[in-house]
T-cell receptor, first 109, second 112 residues
Framework: SQQGEEDPQALSIQEGENATMNCSYKTSINNLQWYRQNSGRGLVHLILIRSNEREKHSGRLRVTLDTSKKSSSLLITASRAADTASYFC?????????FGAGTRLTVKP | EPEVTQTPSHQVTQMGQEVILRCVPISNHLYFYWYRQILGQKVEFLVSFYNNEISEKSEIFDDQFSVERPDGSNFTLKIRSTKLEDSAMYFCASNPAADTQYFGPGTRLTVL
């Protein structure tokens, strides 16, 4: 069964604003990953955060992980129209990966 | 940079027909996966494969489905008798012993 659940399901913002997406999960994990999917395209790996890490940065992306709450957030700062895509969190427990339903982000120019 | 490839990019088939979706994982990877995404819905895990056998499968992966690594490079997903509800994007992924999975571009399957 699916593990991660993202919210919101859809998010619409103006270019330049920050976008925050959340992910909750149910069981213990080794790591949590965020993926991006442009419509009809393959999944692109964005960032991985291990269970013993609390925060990670990559460019305009910031990911946090709270294992006590079993939740993670993805923050995209200074969003651009090209950031429009679906964003998925995926939990990895012993090489067994489970995806959430995704957040559809629309960035308006 | 090495990448996972999938063929065909789009497959159209009649209900009841068999289809084989092909994937070439990255060459030194050991774990292989199939996922599917019904249009507008979440990505769903189907099956994982390691050491020439299925290591885990989801409830979606019923007797209609099978996977094979026939020649050491290809990794195939076969659907024996397709149904309308099998229409989806099918993604293959692979990884070495490390964490990150590398996804292929997907095959869009349309069942008419």
């Amino acid at each position: 069964s699916q593990q991660g659940e993202e919210d919101p399901q859809a998010l619409s913002i103006q270019e330049g604003e920050n976008a925050t997406m959340n992910c909750s999960y149910k069981t213990s994990i080794n790591n949590l990953q965020w993926y991006r999917q442009n419509s009809g395209r393959g999944l692109v790996h964005l960032i991985l955060i291990r269970s013993n890490e609390r925060e990670k940065h990559s460019g305009r992306l910031r990911v946090t992980l709270d294992t006590s709450k079993k939740s993670s957030s993805l923050l995209i700062t200074a969003s651009r129209a090209a950031d429009t895509a679906s964003y998925f969190c995926a939990t990895d427990a012993n090489n067994d990966m489970r995806f959430g339903a995704g957040t559809r982000l629309t960035v308006k120019p | 940079e090495p990448e996972v490839t999938q063929t065909p990019s789009h497959q159209v088939t009649q209900m009841g027909q068999e289809v084989i979706l092909r994937c070439v994982p990255i060459s030194n990877h050991l774990y292989f996966y199939w996922y599917r995404q019904i249009l507008g819905q979440k990505v769903e895990f189907l099956v994982s494969f390691y050491n020439n056998e299925i290591s885990e499968k989801s409830e979606i992966f019923d007797d209609q489905f099978s996977v094979e690594r026939p020649d050491g490079s290809n990794f195939t997903l076969k659907i024996r008798s397709t149904k309308l509800e099998d229409s989806a994007m099918y993604f293959c992924a692979s990884n070495p012993a490390a964490d990150t999975q590398y996804f292929g571009p997907g095959t869009r399957l349309t069942v008419l």
